[in-house]
């Protein structure tokens, strides 16, 4: 008994699961500091009873899969402890499972005939449960729903009007309506809407030439401009005009300027 250092006392239900030969002793024992202890379930019962304690022995594997099981036989703050004779690295690193099983405070050791001991708590609430929270009323209020800002009415508050000073009354924002600013040089906001993106477009849009016109394409920094507007940059002077070959004069079509329509 002193091997499962197990914390039980008169008022406590025990159930006890063991596969180990000759616990018998274990059994005996524990029944002497226990008020009831259990060794065998029926289907029905795992479902109906509940226990303060429940101790499994065992020399096999842990069977993770029981542990949801193992949570509903417990009462609120009532502890599972698992002793196996044998190493389980597993069962040790398993902290994780037990918690999203709904048991927490999991501790694992080990003495010289369990080689491997796990011991969790069920929390002594439920999920889902709620409390009441009592505010107590200000002893000055004769109303049971009393107001719970009333206990400092009357204190030393602060006007904030009194924090803005006749400078900030009457000093402007430093910023203007031109504020789209990037280090030293403006720059148009990626959502421009003052009319500074299109002056940008504007400026920075070559204008066609006769040259160019004469000798088209030479030069281009995309070697696109000969492709068509479909392959051609937003601010390509050739816009609207029709293909070329690169160095060739540009040939325009007589209806070239004639309207569609």
Request: proline share 4%; hydrophobic share 30%.
């Amino acid at each position: 008994m002193n091997s499962l250092s197990l914390e039980v006392n008169k008022e406590q239900e025990v159930l006890i699961i063991s596969d180990v030969e000759n616990s018998e002793s274990i059994i005996n024992q524990i029944k002497e500091l226990s008020k009831t202890v259990t060794t065998s379930l029926s289907k029905e019962q795992q479902t109906q009873t509940s226990f303060d304690h429940v101790v499994i022995i065992s020399n096999k594997p842990f069977n993770g899969a029981l542990i949801s099981m193992y949570s509903n036989l417990l009462k609120k703050g009532g502890k599972l402890s698992i002793y196996q004779t044998n190493e389980n690295e597993a069962l040790v690193n398993s902290g994780m499972d037990f918690l999203i099983g709904g048991l927490v405070d999991f501790k694992a050791t080990s003495n010289s005939t369990y080689k491997t001991i796990v011991q969790v708590d069920k929390p002594s609430w439920d999920t889902n449960e709620s409390s009441t929270i009592n505010i107590p009323s200000s002893s000055s209020s004769s109303t049971t729903t009393s107001n719970p800002w009333t206990s400092i009415e009357g204190g030393d508050r602060i006007n904030e009007n009194d924090l803005v000073s006749e400078n900030d009354k009457t000093s402007k924002p430093a910023t203007t309506l031109d504020d789209c600013e990037v280090g030293k040089t403006k720059k148009a906001c990626k959502n421009c809407t003052c009319g500074r993106a299109e002056e940008e477009e504007k400026q920075s849009k070559p204008k066609l030439t006769k040259e160019m016109i004469e000798n088209p394409g030479v030069g281009s920094s995309c070697g696109n401009c000969s492709l068509g507007d479909a392959f051609r940059c937003g601010g390509c002077p050739y816009r609207g005009l029709p293909t070329f070959k690169v160095g060739e004069k540009i040939q325009l079509p007589d209806d070239f300027l004639v309207d569609d329509i």
